[in-house]
């Protein structure tokens, strides 16, 4: 995944539940399962059936009911997404749920970063006016735009606000709303993607539907929604949102289908230029191979874009796409590297590389920043700080926009709350989740803001240990270094966010060692007192030539299986790696 070359310490991962039972696994998975706070093997089902029933969350009922209206009276809909990947599959499973279940007219509007900003407001209610729809759909987004949903109902058009943002104070004056983060929402899970929560309305949608006789007054077959699954995977993964059991069966049943084929031209398509292997793709392909390949349309261009490649039924149209979307990642890696640069530089003269200088919360702009790579940026920095990070670029008319990325511990949209309390003229606008969130500012405000960030952030460091950690499952057998045990592994659970994958640890000779791609450590390593040579590769590691006369390492990594001309072999990716003298 990556390499950071700050120290860290390998530490044991706490065992959080010492009573479950799981005597049919492993030892190894036994202890993985004890250590995430499994609370019984119901927890590692991952079947439909296992899924809470669309009625729980609060506010479906008026959903539905809006939009069984909508669809007797073939009412026009307009859906209104946002510009990430969950924006961009949530916008597509709306379409597509919306048009199987047998609706009208269906069109989007996802908002242009550059011109518009993030969700439904006055100017992107102008824009689909145009369109004279009757009903606005909002996906992933219109929790927090109190005035854009008032300027809809001006113009007599009907909101309905699917989202999963944590809401603000006031809540707009929608039609209905389905968010699993409302106050009071007893849902079982608080972690729906946006993508999640409107597979959800569907489901309860069809269920009405069905109770209607909807699907044989209309000569219609009712669809099994099962087949968007492979978007809603994607859109899941892709926003980092936490894998609890709902999150972990809507993404594996979604995987299931992508690996039997049975997914959209365009995820496809997605699939061949980023060089994975469709049939054996995993949680973290969709993270780091499909996910930036469909964000970088609406962080270099249009989400329009990746909305088409992810819609076409055509084949050679999606892959055309997916091509453009393959360039434009291209381009933004490259502008990437050049903004980390920078920000190195600026890091430098504030003498935040030194621990003794090292502030709780970091702000930095640079007047040439491209908008749509510093959240990117701002995580980077993150992961090599440790330390809540905000990036920002100019946006125009004396502003600018800010991507905000945190560490464990310390709830950013809360931190953002802090400051817009104590200094309620510094922010514009702010919205997000506990690990990332936006914001926009006055030029002129970057000083004070950059000061009130840092405070806010220390209040929430303080009691916090901030040495970096690396937490392991423990030391494999020379035994369990197999192609057999990395698949019982890596097919054991569907690993994500705060459900990460196992990593262990372990002391290794190095046997060979070489550079690949320029910025990539390829090793065979053997356990020191062992006998089984293992290949092993350190991406992104910085200056690898330094690395090519060591001869034994400290090593935190994951079991992968690597597939060359049909053969597969099982290698570690390393996480972090230390020489020992």
């Known amino acids: 995944m990556y390499y950071q070359g700050v120290k860290k310490n390998i530490l044991p991962r706490p065992v959080l539940n010492k009573r479950l039972q799981l005597d049919d696994f492993h030892p190894v998975l036994q202890r993985i399962f004890k250590s995430r706070g499994v609370k019984s093997v119901e927890e590692l089902d991952r079947t439909l059936a296992h899924l809470p029933p669309p009625t729980a969350l609060n506010g479906m009922t008026q ?79 219109g929790i927090s735009s109190i005035d854009g949903v008032e300027a809809a109902k001006a113009l007599g058009i009907k909101v309905l606000v699917t989202d999963h943002h944590l809401p603000g104070d006031q809540l707009p004056a929608a039609d209905a709303i389905v968010n699993p983060n409302l106050p009071g929402q007893l849902f079982p899970s608080k972690a729906l993607a946006g993508v999640g929560v409107m597979f959800y309305v569907l489901l309860a949608l069809r269920s009405r539907l069905r109770s209607l006789n909807w699907f044989e007054k209309q000569s219609i077959k009712e669809p099994n929604l099962a087949q968007l699954l492979d978007y809603v995977a994607l859109g899941t993964i892709a926003d980092v949102v ?48 499909l996910g930036p390949r469909l964000n970088a349309a609406g962080r270099m261009d249009d989400m329009s874009l990746g909305i088409q490649c992810l819609l076409t039924n055509d084949d050679a149209l999606a892959k055309d796409i997916a091509l453009q979307l393959d360039d434009l990642n291209s381009d933004r890696r490259e502008i990437e590297g050049q903004m980390k640069v920078e920000a190195m530089a600026l890091l430098s003269e504030m003498k935040a590389l030194d621990e003794r200088h090292l502030p709780s919360g ?3 702009y640079d007047g040439n920043w491209h908008q749509g790579v510093i959240g990117i940026l701002a995580s980077r920095i993150k992961d090599k700080l440790h330390r809540p990070v905000v990036a920002f670029a100019p946006s125009g008319q004396g502003e600018i926009k800010g991507s905000a990325r945190s560490i464990p511990g310390v709830h950013i949209r809360d931190v953002l ?41 220390a209040r929430r460091l303080s009691s916090m240990d901030l040495e970096q950690k690396i937490y392991s499952d423990g030391e494999l057998a020379d035994t369990e270094l197999t192609l057999e045990f990395a698949e019982l592994v890596l097919n054991a659970a569907t690993w994500g966010q705060e459900f990460p994958e196992p990593v262990f640890h372990g002391l290794f000779d190095v046997i060979q060692a070489r550079i690949v ?22 991406f992104f590691i910085e200056q690898p030539e330094q690395w090519l006369g060591v001869r034994k390492v400290n090593a935190a990594y994951r079991l992968d299986i690597n597939e060359y001309r049909g053969n597969r072999t099982v290698q570690m990716i390393i996480q972090y790696v230390e020489k020992m003298l």
Do not use: W
């Not at 289908?257 to 997605?270: E, H």
């Not at 949680?283 to 780091?288: E, I, K, N, R, Y």
């Not at 791609?517 to 350190?538: C, E, F, N, P, W």
């Open 63 to 141: 959903m539905v009911d809006h939009l069984v209206m909508a669809l007797t009276q073939q009412q026009k809909i307009t859906i209104v997404g946002d510009f990430d990947a969950d924006g961009a599959t949530s916008c597509a499973v709306a379409i597509k749920g919306l048009q199987l279940l047998g609706a009208g007219p269906v069109s989007f509007v996802v908002p242009n970063r550059f011109e518009y900003g993030y969700g439904l407001t006055p100017e992107i209610v102008a824009l689909v006016n145009q369109q004279s729809p009757d009903v606005i759909i909002t996906v992933d987004n």
């Open 242 to 289: 936490p894998l609890d059991q709902v999150n972990r069966i809507l993404v594996h049943q979604g995987l299931l289908r992508i690996r039997s084929g049975q997914c959209s031209p365009g995820i496809k398509a997605l699939i061949e230029v980023s060089g994975r292997n469709l049939n054996s793709l995993s949680a973290s392909d969709l993270g780091f191979a």
């Open 362 to 364: 970091v702000c930095l």
């Open 417 to 457: 709350s802090d400051v817009a309390a104590a200094h309620p003229h510094l922010l514009s606008k702010f919205g997000g989740h506990a690990m990332a969130a936006g914001l926009t500012l006055k030029m002129h405000d970057f000083p004070p803001f950059s000061l009130a960030f840092d405070e806010m952030v």
């Open 517 to 538: 791609g320029q910025h990539h450590l390829k090793l065979v390593l053997r356990q020191t007192a062992g006998q089984q040579l293992i290949d092993a590769i350190v």
